[in-house]
């Protein structure tokens, strides 16, 4: 390690290893360098619903999905999944499950529900029924 | 008004989550508030932030770290099957401003958590939803050993707009962080009706 180009000197005790070591591969590697979702440029909130589709074609069968890819089908086939929810159970960063997702959406494997548009609140009957259902919690 | 009309109709027919966002200073509660009241242990996502397009010119910043990570906890209330809420504590220090600014896309208000020890650290909080115009309910955090202060005293020392709503809580009871999410849900409703009745009249 005499060529560590982190510069970071070495100190006893500082040695990281396991999990605290950090992720043995770079998140970015999983999407092949991209960082922005496919050429549909969706946005996907934190909150978008992502909703496996039933009739899509087997994802078993797609060569092109990587583990990843799966890990992300496998929890929404359990139930509907936010975005935020999908990289939290995933444990990978926002970005990369965006573009992840991306794939997963061009391929047809998921739908992702519409995100609220800005500066428009559900309608007051809504509410309400978040109110009731907030109190009856 | 009749396109306007299918869209309220295919919201209806597919699932509808709604975000709320918990601010404030570093420590005062976020995300033992969102523990409180969630229904899922509280969960964290975590944003890759990468720096160099901030730091080109800075030659000393090499050798550090080029990426930082932004985490977000968040938890989940299922109002009803297809209807739920989303609650995210934002990232504590204000350079991280510009993930508000996404976080705070769609969402349906804020609560803004505050513990009169160090009240000032709210003040960045205030003024951003402020200033968005995002309706936000301010939520004193009263710790134990801290001196009670009546919500009109937080209201007048926070320079707050009439009718922002200040409730007094406990960020770690169920109950309490409830009546929070109540207050915020009543008000950004009554501050929607305000806002369609003006751009009509």
């Known amino acids: 390690?005499?060529?560590?180009?982190?510069?970071?000197?070495?100190?006893?005790?500082?040695?990281?290893?396991?999990?605290e070591a950090g992720p043995l591969v770079r998140p970015y590697a999983m999407t092949g360098g991209r960082t922005q979702p496919g050429p549909s440029g969706v946005r996907f909130d934190l909150i978008a619903l992502v909703t496996l589709d039933t009739g899509a074609p087997n994802a078993d069968d797609d060569t092109s999905l990587g583990p990843e890819h799966r890990a992300l089908i496998e929890l929404c086939r359990r139930?509907?999944?936010?975005?935020?929810?999908?990289?939290?159970?995933?444990?990978?960063?926002?970005?990369?499950?965006?573009?992840?997702?991306?794939?997963?959406?061009?391929?047809?494997?998921?739908?992702?529900?519409r995100p609220v548009p800005p500066a428009q609140l559900p309608d007051e009957r809504i509410l309400r029924e978040v109110i009731k259902g907030l109190r009856a919690l | 008004m009749v396109s306007e009309h299918s869209d309220a109709t295919e919201d209806e027919m597919s699932a509808l989550a709604l975000k709320i966002l918990v601010a404030g200073g570093f420590g005062v509660g976020k995300t033992t508030l969102v523990g409180a009241v969630s229904e899922i242990r509280p969960l964290r996502t975590e944003e890759l932030l990468s720096e160099a397009g901030q730091s080109v010119d800075d030659t000393d910043g090499v050798d550090q770290k080029v990426t930082t990570t932004v985490a977000m906890d968040f938890g989940r209330i299922t109002i009803r099957s297809g209807l739920s809420l989303y609650l995210f504590g934002t990232p504590g220090q204000d350079r991280f401003w510009f993930l508000w600014d996404e976080l705070s896309q769609g969402a349906l208000g804020a609560v803004v958590l505050a513990d009169t020890r160090r009240l000032e650290d709210c003040f960045p909080a205030v003024d951003y939803f402020e200033h968005r115009r995002i309706p936000f309910v301010v939520a004193v955090n009263c710790f134990?050993?801290?001196?009670?202060?009546?919500?009109?005293?937080?209201?007048?020392?926070?320079?707050?707009?009439?009718?922002?709503?200040?409730?007094?809580?406990?960020?770690?009871?169920?109950?309490?962080?409830?009546?929070?999410?109540?207050?915020?849900?009543?008000?950004?409703g009554r501050m929607h009706t305000a806002r369609l009745l003006d751009s009509v009249g």
Do not use: N
């Open chain 1, 1 to 19: 390690m005499t060529e560590d180009t982190t510069g970071v000197p070495f100190q006893p005790g500082s040695q990281w290893y396991d999990h």
């Open chain 1, 79 to 113: 139930e509907t999944q936010s975005v935020a929810e999908l990289a939290a159970g995933a444990d990978l960063p926002v970005g990369v499950v965006r573009v992840l997702l991306g794939d997963l959406l061009e391929s047809g494997c998921v739908t992702v529900s």
């Open chain 2, 144 to 188: 134990p050993g801290a001196r009670a202060y009546g919500a009109h005293d937080v209201s007048r020392a926070l320079d707050l707009d009439r009718g922002t709503p200040v409730v007094l809580c406990d960020a770690r009871d169920r109950d309490s962080g409830k009546e929070v999410l109540i207050r915020l849900v009543e008000y950004a």
